[in-house]
């Protein structure tokens, strides 16, 4: 993945001035986006010949970018398999409902509203100021997974990036004790749908530039998004900052995530250090993983991952 960095006021002012330059930074990004979305894809094997995928939409830039791609993937791939768009209408005070159908309507792609007002569940029973997400998530999960099994779905796919999966990491770090983040792939919590993130090796930062060339009409959550609070929100800004300062960072925290060395962690259930014991014969994964440190220039994190996982990066 080529690491994503915030594009200076002046250089965005020089973009659109230049129409050439403008598509010429278009066409670049939209071959990074398809490029990191079909390796993220094929890595997992996260879509197989036959598959129906429920692309959840938020109307938020994540999940109308999601859609988007996944649309384009489908008219070239070797793998056919067919999409149906979901919205979940929470009934949010003022939630314009002819936005999503109107869209998907013209672009032609199969969809189903399904309207259930949690919106009144959650502020009816958290209390005011309290955190939403993890009631309104679990609502949220509920009705989809229920959804996907009346449509047929085989597979749903929701809009979580890259930048999500790192902040998620630093959540759990921080405030949880644990080691986890969110898989690119995994069984739902009912064990009879599979979970599919398409977008785990795209960069926030991308999906605000392509969000904003294709103009997707772009719905804000008034539950989660307004609560400026939350643990997320501030993580993610630490984040940012870092990126900022250090270029890469985040490609690298991800890179982590897919080069796990349990023997010099310390979960006893993923490595058996009671029965330790010398056997005489040399162990890369002995004293000598310490010698990997990291050093101020090092192989991009991009490249790093794909080539590790045996699909060479091609360039832009």
Same mark, same amino acid.
């Given at each position: 993945?080529?690491? +994503? $960095? ?9 973009? &659109?001035?230049?129409? &050439?330059?403008?598509?010429?930074? /278009? ?14 894809? *094929?890595?997992? %094997? ?18 109308? +970018? ?18 149906? /768009?979901? %919205? ?9 409902? #002819? ?12 969809? #189903?509203?399904?309207a259930q007002d949690t919106?009144? $569940? ?7 100021? /309290?955190? =939403? ?14 959804? +996907?099994?009346?449509?047929? /779905? ?7 990036? *890259?930048?999500? =999966? ?6 759990? =770090? ?18 009879? %749908? ?18 904003? #060339? &294709? *103009? ?11 609560? %400026? ?42 490595y058996a250090f009671a ?5 005489? $014969? ?35």
């Amino acid at each position: 993945m080529n690491t +994503a $960095v915030d594009v200076a006021p002046a250089a965005v002012a020089e973009t &659109r001035a230049d129409p &050439r330059k403008a598509a010429f930074e /278009a066409n670049k990004l939209s071959k990074r986006l398809h490029r990191q979305v079909g390796q993220a894809i *094929r890595h997992y %094997n996260m879509i197989e010949a036959g598959d129906k995928v429920m692309v959840c939409l938020s109307g938020g830039k994540d999940s109308h +970018a999601l859609l988007d791609i996944l649309i384009s993937l489908r008219e070239r791939s070797p793998v056919p398999f067919d999409l149906v /768009a979901v %919205n979940l209408d929470q009934k949010q005070p003022g939630f314009p409902e #002819h936005v999503l159908p109107e869209y998907l309507a013209r672009r032609g792609v199969p969809f #189903h509203i399904e309207a259930q007002d949690t919106y009144s $569940v959650v502020k009816k029973l958290v209390p005011e100021g /309290a955190t =939403m997400c993890s009631l309104c998530s679990r609502l949220r999960r509920g009705i989809l997974y229920r959804v +996907a099994g009346e449509l047929g /779905a085989t597979k749903i796919a929701l809009g979580h990036h *890259r930048d999500d =999966m790192v902040v998620t990491l630093l959540i759990n =770090m921080f405030f949880g004790g644990r080691l986890k983040s969110m898989p690119p792939k995994l069984v739902s919590d009912d064990g009879r %749908n599979i979970v599919i993130r398409p977008l785990a090796y795209v960069a926030e930062t991308d999906l605000e530039r392509w969000a904003e #060339h &294709r *103009r997707f009409p772009v719905i804000p959550c008034t539950l989660c998004g307004s609560q %400026n609070d939350l643990q997320r929100v501030q993580v993610k800004q630490m984040l940012r900052e870092w990126e900022r300062q250090y270029p890469g960072r985040s490609d690298n925290m991800l890179h982590a995530m897919a080069h796990v060395t349990p023997s010099h962690l310390l979960d006893r259930k993923l490595y058996a250090f009671a029965a330790l014991q010398t056997t005489g $014969v040399a162990d890369a994964d002995g004293d000598k993983a310490f010698d990997d440190e990291p050093c101020a220039v090092s192989t991009p994190p991009e490249r790093m991952v794909l080539h590790s996982q045996g699909h060479p990066n091609q360039e832009d």
